[in-house]
């Protein structure tokens, strides 16, 4: 429970930071390319996280294609 409750807070630090960022180059002081970026990698760790299909379920070592 500890390793879930650990992610979890730093995800929403992280989610945080960027919100922070995004702030920081639109409001704050006009940056519309690094806030392009921000707004990017936000809207795409979102879209990451909703969407359960996009998630690594396991790790596998894989195989070469031709075992002969």
């Known amino acids: 429970m500890e390793k879930k409750s650990t992610s979890i807070i730093g995800n929403v630090l992280l989610y945080a930071f960027l919100l922070w960022l995004l702030y920081d180059?639109?409001?704050h002081?006009?940056?519309p390319w690094f806030a392009f970026l921000v707004a990017f990698v936000l809207?795409?760790?979102v879209v990451i996280s909703v969407?359960?299909?996009l998630h690594?379920?396991?790790v596998s070592?894989?195989?070469y294609?031709?075992?002969d």
Do not use: N
């Open 25 to 27: 180059s639109t409001i």
């Open 65 to 67: 294609p031709y075992d």
């Open 56 to 58: 690594a379920h396991s």
């Open 29 to 31: 002081e006009w940056d």
């Open 51 to 53: 969407i359960p299909a």
């Open 61 to 63: 070592p894989g195989r």
């Open 43 to 45: 809207v795409l760790a």
